[in-house]
């Protein structure tokens, strides 16, 4: 019933961008999650890596609702203390120089792109200002990220598209070789490709990457939108490469729940956004802030560690399911390959049966909560097995 009025509802005022599932979620608590009916669902989807401890986390919970009672805005004209305090915990962390808040992961990777040309502009002049990034890869909505983004199917509609920028085959040294020029000022990538249907890229490409770039004074742009903040295991995920970017975007699982973005800078360019550069009104708000430091400051070694504990329970119970073909990913971003099953279907018999799971291409993708009790990721599990294996 109650389902049935928020769908009318939804559908004659909401703009059609969304396939939603039939299922209105009202509440949640950790990694269980509720509808209008009062069915109760095993949450493996954290909104999309969004909810790093769960729906209404009790410590992330108290902190907003603190700031929320000290300050919930004020512009970027006055010093604050959430962000400033997130700033330096962010940078000591993964030693770096600077941070630009933002709200959400395009306006992150807008604001690396701009730095980068920008870096390139002030040293080199105005005609170094290519970004290559690879095919397949996933960067955003707006024009320019739609534009970086290395898939087909998005760069259509809303042409003209940006100019200046190149796609390199992932895992492929000679074909970026190719791509690379004179114009070259920086190149983007994801480490674990996420929209494009989890695929971790080699460390090898990585390293040689790395070290393309390291020569020709080009920047090393790693988008961890998604694979940031403790979801694959590490605190983002360039850590298991063994490299050092010079510019790391991050959003989706920053602020817990709230809508936030960072661009962390590093030696090179963290001068390069100087006065009136870039700007955001939103940008770093804090409660938004607040939240983020309630998720950052407890993502220490023993946390990561039992992330990549349930890494091992998820490869080890899904590892023996006739119909899997393939699992890819890391920590808590998990990419399922099926034999015969379509992913889609899976998705829906896994809500008959409460438990709520994401696709990525022809793949199932699991984000549950990075902070799911193990004996809740078995139940999930265990559900999973017996759609998938049906
Ligand atoms: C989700 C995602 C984005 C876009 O983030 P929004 O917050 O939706 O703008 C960019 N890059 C990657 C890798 C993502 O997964």
Redesign the pocket.
Same mark, same amino acid.
């Given at each position: 019933m109650k389902f049935e009025f928020v769908k009318k509802l939804d559908n004659s005022n909401i703009a059609n961008t969304y396939a939603r599932f039939d299922v209105a979620i009202e509440k949640g608590n950790g990694s269980l999650l509720y509808d209008t009916d009062g069915n109760e669902y095993i949450d493996f989807t954290s909104g999309?890596?969004v909810n790093s401890f769960g729906a209404c986390d009790k410590k992330w919970q108290s902190a907003v609702i603190r700031q929320v009672k000290t300050l919930s805005h004020i512009s970027n004209l006055y010093y604050t203390l959430p962000q400033t305090k997130l700033a330096k915990m962010i940078c000591e962390k993964v030693e770096m120089d600077k941070v630009f808040f933002a709200n959400? @992961?395009?306006?992150a990777?807008e604001g690396a792109i701009k730095c980068a040309r920008k870096y390139s502009f002030d040293k080199y002049g105005d005609k170094r200002f290519e970004i290559i990034t690879l095919v397949n890869s996933?960067?955003?909505?707006t024009i320019a990220?739609l534009t970086a983004t290395g898939q087909d199917s998005f760069h259509k509609y809303f042409g003209p598209f940006l100019d200046g920028f190149k796609y390199a085959k992932p895992n492929d040294t000679e074909d970026l070789k190719k791509q690379l020029s004179k114009k070259t000022c920086a190149i983007m990538i994801?480490l674990v490709q @996420?929209?494009g249907g989890v695929v971790p890229l080699d460390t090898k490409y990585i390293k040689e990457i790395a070290e393309i770039c390291e020569k020709n004074d080009i920047l090393l742009i790693v988008?961890e939108?998604?694979?940031g903040n403790g979801r694959t295991g590490y605190l983002y995920s360039y850590m298991a490469y063994g490299i050092k970017p010079d510019i790391v975007t991050t959003?989706?699982g920053l602020a817990g729940g709230l809508p936030f973005?960072a661009v962390i800078i590093g030696e090179k360019c963290k001068n390069t956004f100087d006065y009136g550069a870039h700007g955001s009104t939103f940008g770093g708000n804090p409660i938004a802030a607040a939240g983020a430091l309630s998720i950052f400051s407890r993502l220490d070694e023993n946390f990561l560690k039992e992330v990549k504990e349930k890494e091992k329970i998820i490869y080890s119970v899904l590892g023996d399911c006739k119909n899997v073909k393939d699992i890819t990913g890391m920590g808590l971003m998990i990419g399922i390959e099926l034999k015969k099953k379509d992913a889609k279907e899976v998705l829906k018999e896994c809500i008959n049966k409460r438990l709520l799971v994401l696709t990525a291409k022809e793949k199932i993708r699991l984000l549950p909560p990075l902070n799911i009790d193990r004996k809740t990721l078995e139940i999930g599990l265990n559900i999973l097995k017996e759609v998938i294996d049906k």
């Open positions: 999309i890596g959400s @992961g395009a306006e990777n996933f960067h955003g909505r990220t994801e @996420g929209e988008d939108v998604q694979t959003a989706k973005g």
